[in-house]
C-alpha cells in the first residue's frame, strides 16, 4: 500500500494538537494561575469570614471607597469613574450610551468627528468585568458590528499604542496624608511568531504557555486559526490586558519609584473618598513611567480589584496567598475606619440585590481582542 504524504501530514498535525491539548489540561494541575477562580480562592475565604467577625461586617470592604458605589463591587460605571479623576493623565474617553444601534453609531462617529479621533479606536462595556468585550476597532465598520452586536452602554477611547501596559495597585488609610502603592503588574500581550510552515492552531497548542489558553485564542482568531504565519511574522493573540483574556502577568516591583509612586498618590487624592483600587495604565517609555510621567489610565477598579502580580508564573503558590491575604486585610481595614468615620456599609441584602439584578440584565459579552 503506498503512503499518502497529504494524509500523514494531517494526522500528524492532528497528533500534534491532541498532544498539546493533553499536555495543557494535565498541566493546570501544577500552573494554579490558570485555576478556575473559585478554586483558586477556596483557601482565602476562611480569612475573609476572619475579617468580617474581626471587623464586624461581611460588606464592611463596600465602605472603602465611598466615591464608588458599593466601592466597586459590581456594576459600576467605568465612565463615571474615569471623569473623577484629573483629566490629563486619563486616555480621551466617551461614554455611548444605550439605545438603536444606529443612533449608537451615528453618536460614536460625531464623537470621533468632534475630537479629532481616528481608528483604530478602543470599545468596551461601560460595566464589563476582567477585560471581557473589549475590542480594537480598526474601522468604522468594525465599530458598527460590535454597536449592533452589543446593545448595553459602551466606553469608547482614542487607542494608546503604548506598547507597554502595567496595573498599579494602591491604598491609601484613612487620615492618612500620602498612601502607598501595594504593587505593580507588568503586562505581557501574548504574541505568536510564525515559522512558515505552521498553522497559528499548531503554533498556539505548541506554545507551553499560549496552549493553556487555546480555546479562548482561538475563539477570536476565527478564520485565522489555520492559516499558515510567514517566518519571522509576529500575530498578537490579545488587546485586552488581562489575565483571563491571555495576557501574561508579571510581577513589576522594578518599576517602583518614589517620583511614580507620588504621581499615583496626588491622581488618587483627587477622588475625594478612594482609597483603594488599581490604576490600569499604558506607556510608551520605562524611564518616563519610573519618573512619574509619560503614562496614561485606561482604567481605575475598585475594591474587587486584585493585586495581579500573585499570577506571575515565577512566583510560589505560597508567595501568591500572602500577597492576597495581605490585600484583603488592608481593604476590611480601609473600609472599618471609614465606617468608624460615619461611611455606611452597603448591607448584604442590597449587595445581593445589586449581584443579581447586574446579573440579568448583563448581556452576552461580546468576544475580546
Known amino acids: 500500500?503506498?503512503?499518502?504524504?497529504?494524509?500523514?501530514?494531517?494526522?500528524?498535525?492532528?497528533?500534534?494538537?491532541?498532544?498539546?491539548?493533553?499536555?495543557?489540561?494535565?498541566?493546570?494541575?501544577?500552573?494554579?494561575?490558570?485555576?478556575?477562580?473559585?478554586?483558586?480562592?477556596?483557601?482565602?475565604?476562611?480569612?475573609?469570614?476572619?475579617?468580617?467577625?474581626?471587623?464586624?461586617?461581611?460588606?464592611?470592604?463596600?465602605?472603602?471607597?465611598?466615591?464608588?458605589?458599593?466601592?466597586?463591587?459590581?456594576?459600576?460605571?467605568?465612565?463615571?469613574?474615569?471623569?473623577k479623576l484629573p483629566t490629563e493623565w486619563v486616555v480621551t474617553t466617551a461614554l455611548i450610551s444605550a439605545g438603536e444601534p444606529s443612533d449608537r453609531f451615528d453618536a460614536l462617529q460625531r464623537t470621533i468627528e468632534a475630537r479629532g479621533w481616528h481608528y483604530p479606536i478602543i470599545l468596551k462595556p461601560d460595566a464589563g468585568?476582567?477585560?471581557?468585550?473589549?475590542?480594537?476597532?480598526?474601522?468604522?465598520?468594525?465599530?458598527?458590528?460590535?454597536?449592533?452586536r452589543y446593545h448595553a452602554p459602551v466606553i469608547a477611547q482614542a487607542y494608546h499604542p503604548g506598547p507597554f501596559e502595567a496595573g498599579i495597585f494602591y491604598y491609601r488609610l484613612p487620615g492618612q496624608e500620602a498612601g502607598r502603592i501595594f504593587s505593580i503588574t507588568d503586562k505581557h500581550m501574548p504574541v505568536l511568531v510564525g515559522d512558515g510552515e505552521s498553522t497559528v492552531r499548531e503554533l498556539i497548542f505548541r506554545h507551553s504557555r499560549f496552549r493553556m489558553q487555546a480555546d479562548r485564542f482561538l475563539s477570536r482568531l476565527k478564520g485565522q486559526a489555520d492559516a499558515v504565519l510567514p517566518a519571522g511574522s509576529p500575530m498578537r493573540l490579545a488587546i485586552a490586558g488581562n489575565h483571563c483574556q491571555g495576557t501574561m502577568f508579571c510581577d513589576g516591583g522594578h518599576l517602583l519609584t518614589p517620583q511614580m509612586e507620588s504621581a499615583i498618590d496626588r491622581i488618587a487624592r483627587a477622588?475625594?473618598?478612594?482609597?483603594?483600587?488599581?490604576?490600569?495604565?499604558?506607556?510608551?517609555?520605562?524611564?518616563?513611567?519610573?519618573?512619574?510621567?509619560?503614562?496614561?489610565?485606561?482604567?481605575?477598579?475598585?475594591?474587587?480589584?486584585?493585586?495581579?502580580?500573585?499570577?506571575?508564573?515565577?512566583?510560589?503558590?505560597?508567595?501568591?496567598y500572602s500577597v492576597l491575604f495581605r490585600q484583603w486585610a488592608i481593604l476590611f481595614r480601609i473600609g472599618?475606619?471609614?465606617?468608624?468615620?460615619?461611611?455606611?456599609?452597603?448591607?448584604v441584602r442590597t449587595l445581593a440585590r445589586e449581584i443579581i439584578a447586574y446579573n440579568r440584565r448583563k448581556q452576552a459579552d461580546p468576544v475580546s481582542d
Open 1 to 83: 500500500m503506498s503512503l499518502n504524504l497529504a494524509d500523514y501530514a494531517t494526522s500528524r498535525r492532528q497528533r500534534g494538537l491532541l498532544t498539546g491539548r493533553a499536555i495543557a489540561a494535565v498541566s493546570r494541575i501544577w500552573r494554579w494561575e490558570f485555576w478556575p477562580m473559585w478554586i483558586f480562592y477556596l483557601p482565602v475565604l476562611p480569612w475573609i469570614a476572619l475579617l468580617a467577625i474581626r471587623h464586624r461586617g461581611l460588606t464592611t470592604p463596600t465602605a472603602a471607597n465611598p466615591a464608588i458605589p458599593h466601592g466597586g463591587v459590581v456594576g459600576e460605571s467605568k465612565y463615571e469613574i474615569l471623569k
Open 129 to 148: 468585568e476582567r477585560g471581557a468585550g473589549l475590542k480594537l476597532a480598526r474601522s468604522a465598520n468594525d465599530a458598527r458590528t460590535y454597536l449592533d
Open 271 to 320: 477622588i475625594d473618598g478612594f482609597h483603594f483600587g488599581r490604576f490600569d495604565v499604558r506607556y510608551g517609555d520605562v524611564e518616563q513611567l519610573k519618573a512619574g510621567r509619560g503614562f496614561s489610565i485606561i482604567e481605575l477598579n475598585g475594591i474587587t480589584s486584585e493585586s495581579t502580580n500573585i499570577y506571575d508564573p515565577s512566583w510560589s503558590l505560597l508567595r501568591a
Open 336 to 347: 472599618a475606619e471609614n465606617r468608624r468615620r460615619g461611611h455606611t456599609a452597603t448591607t
